[in-house]
């Protein structure tokens, strides 16, 4: 279980919007129990001093989900707390819900952690959940369902 002072770690749909992203392949991936979803309302408020807006600001109604890490490709990031920051369309494209479990394809930028594949595995056994974990491909976020 992960300790209450740990900061979860932060994922978001912007730092892996960019040129040529869509022929990237995941460096990492982990599987995300959904605790918690819920519309960010004031994206603006969000932005850390000195950074300008990002190209999420453009998306209506963007979601801040929060869970917790049941798997990964480093073993050391299991039960660690996960936020994900994404449109809200991309989200409702899975159909996922507190409780599902999804797998999450990360890149690492200059700018932190992107969102590059999202999948939901709620209906897959945990045999089927580490073959999706082990395999190089995985669902771009923006790909439809």
Not at 30 to 49: A, D, N, Q
Not at 124 to 129: H, I, L, N, V
Request: with cysteine.
């Amino acid at each position: 279980m992960a300790s209450f002072l740990t900061r979860p770690i932060d994922i978001t749909a912007e730092n892996a919007m960019f040129k040529g992203v869509e022929m990237l392949h995941p460096q990492k991936k982990i599987i995300v129990e959904v605790k918690k979803e819920k519309k960010e309302e004031e994206i603006i408020s969000s932005l850390k001093p000195g950074r300008s807006p990002s190209l999420i600001s453009g998306y209506p109604d963007p979601v801040l989900i929060e869970g917790v890490i049941l798997n990964g490709s480093e073993p050391k990031l299991v039960n660690q707390p996960v936020r994900l920051r994404l449109p809200e369309q991309e989200w409702q494209r899975i159909k996922a819900e507190k409780g599902s479990i999804i797998g999450i394809g990360i890149i690492m930028t200059k700018q932190g952690y992107g969102l590059l594949c999202l999948e939901n595995l709620t209906d897959r056994d945990s045999d089927k959940q580490t073959a999706w974990l082990n395999t190089l491909s995985c669902r771009k976020r923006w790909d439809p369902a």
